[in-house]
């Protein structure tokens, strides 16, 4: 069975400062992955997506993955984060299922 | 725009009560799927269907059934509503297994 693990429930972080959150996937085979966005209120957005190809993936609003296979790894990274980035993010995994299976979450709370 | 359109947006019902949740789309796609969103608890699968007339079930699918008779819509009913329900409903369209629309979603509460 697939699963995706998002061990950070809630970060709290000042604008300005760095951002990874983790994800992690259990599934042997070939995959793709993806971040989805939800911000206050709002339905999921996709941020980025892999399919394939290089492992550094870069989406929307300067968010970046980087897919490392051997550790079954797939986090997220902004170099600077905004208030505006205030949202809860959403790892997600596709490894041939008709579905895509959803971490649990990760809050974001930027304070300016 | 073309998207995914959910109705209702929001729904207070009492327990034992019935009732459908609508959502269709505009975009041809293959794939959709109708997910519970609690929270701690992410994103959970109800059911999902992979073309007209098909359904299957999820990874919570208790309580719901679903019915794809046109392409464009995908319902999801509640027969007897219970206060486990309560939660906000996406569904979301595809044209693969991956790369998910989301409609805005049903904030459903049951009393």
């Known amino acids: 069975a697939q699963s995706v693990s998002q061990h950070n429930h809630h970060v709290i972080l000042s604008e300005a400062a760095s951002l990874e959150l983790g994800c992690n996937y259990s599934?042997?085979?070939?995959?793709?992955l993806f971040w989805y966005v939800q911000y206050p209120g709002q339905h999921l957005q996709l941020l980025l997506k892999?399919?394939?190809?290089?492992?550094l993936v870069k989406g929307i609003k300067g968010f970046e993955a980087e897919f490392i296979k051997s550790k079954f790894s797939f986090n997220l990274r902004k170099p600077s984060v905004q208030w505006s980035d205030t949202a809860e993010y959403f790892c997600?995994?596709?490894?041939?299922?008709?579905?895509?299976?959803f971490g649990t979450g990760t809050r974001l709370t930027v304070i300016p | 725009n073309a998207g995914v359109t959910q109705t209702p947006k929001f729904r207070v019902l009492k327990t034992g009560q019935s009732m459908t949740l609508l959502c269709a789309q505009d975009?041809?796609?293959?794939?959709m799927y109708w997910y519970r969103q609690d929270p701690g608890m992410g994103l959970r699968l109800i059911h999902y269907?992979?073309?007209?007339?098909?359904?299957a079930k999820g990874e919570v699918p208790d309580g719901y059934n679903v019915s794809r008779l046109k392409k464009q819509n995908f319902l999801l009913g509640l027969e007897s509503a219970a206060p486990s329900q309560t939660s906000v409903y996406f569904c979301?369209?595809?044209?693969?297994?991956?790369?998910?629309?989301f409609g805005s979603g049903t904030r459903l509460t049951v009393v």
């Open positions: 979301a369209s595809s044209r693969h297994n991956y790369g998910y629309t």
């Open positions: 599934y042997g085979g070939t995959v793709n």
């Open positions: 892999y399919f394939s190809g290089d492992p």
């Open positions: 997600a995994v596709n490894g041939g299922a008709n579905n895509l299976f």
């Open positions: 975009m041809n796609h293959e794939y």
């Open positions: 269907s992979v073309g007209e007339g098909t359904t």
